[in-house]
């Protein structure tokens, strides 16, 4: 069985930085996406970061230049390096594993708040 858990939130002056990492336990198929999604209120849940096992990264166009994506598959965890935080990143965000295999599964975390205001 695997879980995702998420730690890093919390809140944040606009301008500010944080950094939200997830540690997948149990086995996960080594080519694998690992992302991380968000959702504020009201709104559908959006993908903000995605890394491959490959190395390929793709990025929220609002995020791009300011947010990082990285991860260390030997602790199969994945991080989100969020610097110049506006008040739009405010949101719920979840971490995300896509296993890349026939009959792969894909797995979510329990998200964790991120609020940036004044």
């Known amino acids: 069985q695997v879980q995702l858990v998420e730690s890093g939130g919390g809140s944040v002056q606009p301008g500010g930085s944080l950094r939200l990492s997830c540690a997948a336990s149990g086995s996960i198929f080594s080519i694998n996406d690992m992302g991380w999604y968000r959702q504020a209120p009201g709104k559908k849940r959006e993908l903000v970061a995605l890394r491959s096992s490959y190395g390929t990264t793709n990025y929220a166009d609002s995020v791009k230049g300011r947010f990082s994506i990285s991860r260390d598959d030997d602790k199969n965890t994945v991080y989100l390096q969020m610097n110049s935080l506006k008040p739009e990143d405010t949101a719920v965000y979840y971490c995300?594993?896509?296993?890349?295999?026939?009959?792969?599964?894909?797995?979510w975390g329990q998200g964790t708040q991120v609020t940036v205001s004044s």
């Open positions: 995300h594993i896509l296993e890349h295999r026939p009959g792969g599964s894909d797995y």
